[in-house]
């Protein structure tokens, strides 16, 4: 049922479970990528204990070296355009569950938030280059990729407001002054009444914007 107690380990001082993540952990990144990548079911084991790491032990995963940390994440960032669509699920999954975390815990004096502070701090354009990517495979991907990609988007966009207008004054820059136009009413449509909240509600009907807005987008924009 994916609920093991996991508390109860700090609670103890039984550092048991942080040994084993952590030799886990440093098996994982071992295998060269190219080997992960040539075997499907090492790299659905791989992304799916980085997307368990992210979702339940952020501590431990947020602890790491910057290097290390950020080593990750080119692995996420790689396996998010996989045409293997839970692949790149996993991957979705685990930018959703960091970046969840920083917009709900930003300004709050939490040893994980320092350490994905400093993590991005030694990456400053670690989210521009997500949210770059996660539009990209949304407009221009391949159809399996879309809801997998939808997921992170809104906690993304949430927790780096300026990566998105960034990336929105890059995709308007590269369109005709007429299509420039359309696409600017396409986004603005896009946040009409969207909270700066990540409740299920929001998130469903920010899920559904998107959905139109690659709909409408693909109609004129050019590549």
């Known amino acids: 049922g994916n609920y093991v107690c996991f508390g109860v380990f700090e609670l103890y001082k039984d550092p048991a479970l942080e040994n084993a993540l952590d030799v886990a952990l440093q098996l994982a990144l071992s295998v060269p990528m190219e080997d992960i990548n040539a075997y499907p079911k090492l790299s659905k084991a791989y992304y799916s204990f980085v997307e368990i790491l992210f979702r339940g032990h952020k501590k431990t995963i947020f602890a790491l070296d910057s290097n290390v940390f950020m080593q990750i994440m080119n692995t996420v960032h790689d396996g998010l355009q996989s045409s293997e669509a839970a692949i790149s699920s996993f991957c979705a999954n685990s930018i959703d569950h960091m970046t969840t975390f920083y917009f709900n815990n930003k300004g709050k004096d939490k040893i994980e938030m320092r350490n994905l502070n400093q993590h991005i701090a030694a990456q400053p354009n670690l989210f521009s280059s997500l949210t770059g990517t996660l539009f990209n495979l949304l407009l221009f991907g391949p159809p399996q990729n879309h809801w997998a990609v939808m997921r992170p988007m809104l906690s993304l966009m949430l927790a780096s407001e300026s990566s998105f207008e960034a990336y929105k004054n890059y995709l308007i820059g590269t369109q005709t ?23 299920s509600a929001n998130r469903d009907r920010f899920t559904q914007k998107l959905t139109a807005f690659r709909v409408t987008a693909r109609q004129f924009l050019t590549i």
């Open 177 to 199: 002054p007429e299509n420039q136009a359309k696409l600017n009413e396409t986004l603005n449509k896009l946040l009409a009444d969207v909270n700066r909240s990540l409740d």
